[in-house]
């Protein structure tokens, strides 16, 4: 009997590890099919709830994960992307895409796993081009997700002779309350709703659970899976932390409903069973879907209730990084390029403030390493990117327009300032990835160099902050200023780099801090450069 404990054990586990392979593998392969553009179908086609609802339908398909979908989700309603009532869209829509697995489950291959497995591997070894290795991953993780379920099968198979999961069902037929906390914790706990859903469509088919059982852990599951929403917001924005709150509320309000119409919906159920002639494994899947389709319609009408309860449940400014243009409007291109032109001016200035308070809050990550800070600097250089992008695909269609002598150099000047901005970004993303260095390596720096880092931290901030000012106000006096301060900076890099080597070389610093603390001064002394650019545009030295 220990023999088979240990072999319905390790049945089961190491299906359920070769099922979640398969389930991420396939979506990764889906992914790179789609060119990787997840985030900007989010991002583009969330106009309104009901195209929130579809992105998210779509998007989880494409995943194969429900929680993949509302972690992307999250991140964009904390970068300002999207607001909540969007992203309720979203993450409706995502619930429904996640029934998915559970019908290709109910498809019942299981015997075929191992060459579907075979053809995926001859794709992914056997061939270079990268379109047949994205199909291959699919193949091969569809297969491994079948040949996971096939083990998984034969490890629960012994519980049929064990009376305590006898009784455990039993229970759970008459207590639906039991049933879905069972399904919640146990989806918490391998992180996957979709595997757990292939479990119970696989104790199901083998006749260990009843359609009584079964249905309350099919909510439970439901429940469970937003625990990875609720991981995401740890430590974002009020307004993820809002969205992952309105996933759970969605589902716990989808559960009430259906355990108050239980013997309906069961007899719904076994109603498609019988009319369509469904296996075992297609039964759970459609109540899977109805149960996510039927919860969808309900509560779509109530996304601005939803909204504004979880507004109240979770009070509190949000400080969201609004990433998305707010100036660039495409018909003045046509109508008033000189209109246009101030458009284009005003983001580009919106980019340099970011870039302000990205060094900020990167000198803020360098002093304090609180993670926070270096988030973010991070959401803050995404949004510097994303402005890079628009502006510069606004200025090369009012390139075309005509524009007096003026106005010509005017936007050659914000081709240019745009680029300097950018780069200022990178820069000090490069300073956040060296802190992050410091940190996982232990690497000591010295009271002396923290303070030279800081005057020098100080002095890079002022003068961006003074070019971006300059470039506003078209202020020459400031400009002139920024040039003097720049050439300061160019100083201060000497000579800090020659007192670190000098404290190297009397023991007081190791090699490792040393390579942190001249390439911080060089990234600081680069963002000075690009700072003097864009000071020179504005006195004409350009």
């Known amino acids: 009997m220990e023999l088979d404990v240990q072999q319905m054990l390790f049945e089961f586990i190491g299906g359920l590890g070769i099922f979640l392979f398969g389930i991420s593998f396939m979506g990764d392969g889906l992914q790179k099919s789609a060119g990787d553009k997840l985030r900007d179908i989010l991002d583009r086609f969330t106009t309104n709830p009901f195209m929130g609802v579809l992105a998210g339908i779509f998007v989880t398909v494409l995943l194969q994960t429900s929680s993949g979908t509302t972690a992307i989700t999250i991140g964009l309603v904390s970068a300002g992307f999207m607001n909540l009532r969007q992203a309720i869209g979203v993450i409706m829509g995502a619930n429904i895409g996640t029934t998915i697995t559970a019908f290709i489950i109910g498809i019942d291959i299981g015997a075929y796993a191992l060459p579907i497995f075979a053809v995926g591997s001859i794709m992914l070894f056997f061939f270079k081009s990268k379109k047949v290795h994205n199909i291959g991953q699919i193949v091969l993780g569809f297969g491994a997700l079948f040949y996971g379920l096939e083990l998984m099968s034969a490890g629960m198979k012994p519980l049929r002779s064990l009376e305590a999961f006898h009784d455990l069902t039993v229970s759970m037929s008459s207590n639906p309350i ?72 969605f589902n716990l309000i989808g559960t009430t409903i259906f355990l108050i119409l239980l013997q309906p919906f069961t007899m719904l159920i076994q109603w498609f069973e019988r009319v369509l002639n469904l296996n075992p494994e297609m039964v759970i899947a459609f109540a899977h879907g109805t149960f996510n389709v039927t919860n969808t319609l309900i509560q779509f009408w109530f996304i601005g209730l939803l909204a504004l309860i979880v507004t109240k449940l979770i009070p ?139 005057e020098m931290f100080e002095l890079t901030i002022t003068t961006v902050q003074e070019a971006v000012q300059a470039l506003d106000h078209k202020d020459r006096q400031l400009a002139l200023d920024v040039v003097k301060k720049e050439e300061t900076i160019d100083k201060m890099e000497r000579k800090l780099r020659k007192q670190h080597i000098l404290r190297i070389n009397e023991g007081l610093c190791s090699g490792q801090s040393g390579i942190v603390f001249v390439d911080i001064i060089s990234n600081l002394e680069r963002v000075g450069d690009h700072a003097v650019n864009i000071a020179e545009a504005v006195i004409g030295d350009r």
């Open 178 to 249: 039991l049933g879905v906390v069972i399904g919640t914790v146990f989806t918490v706990i391998v992180q996957s709703s979709s595997a757990t859903i292939g479990i119970l469509q696989g104790l199901f088919a083998e006749g260990l659970i009843n359609i009584d059982a079964a249905l309350p852990v099919l909510f439970g599951d439901n429940i469970g899976t937003t625990i990875t929403a609720v991981l995401a917001s740890i430590g974002a924005s009020v307004a993820a932390k809002r969205a992952a709150a309105t996933h759970v509320l």
């Open 316 to 454: 509190g400014e949000d400080s969201v990084i609004e990433y998305k243009a707010k100036h660039l409007d495409p018909v003045f291109i046509e109508q008033s390029p000189s209109i246009a032109l101030g458009q284009a001016k005003e983001e580009v200035l919106r980019m340099g403030q970011f870039a302000v308070l990205g060094l900020q809050e990167t000198h803020n990550y360098l002093r304090t390493k609180q993670q926070k800070h270096a988030d973010t600097a991070t959401q803050l250089e995404d949004a510097i990117n994303n402005l890079d992008r628009k502006i510069t695909d606004y200025l090369v269609a009012l390139a075309s327009s005509s524009l007096s002598e003026n106005e010509s150099e005017e936007h050659s000047i914000l081709v240019d300032t745009i680029r300097d901005i950018e780069r200022i970004g990178d820069h000090y993303e490069n300073v956040l990835e060296l802190v992050e260095y410091q940190q996982s390596n232990k690497v000591k720096l010295t009271d002396q160099a923290m303070k030279e880092l800081d």
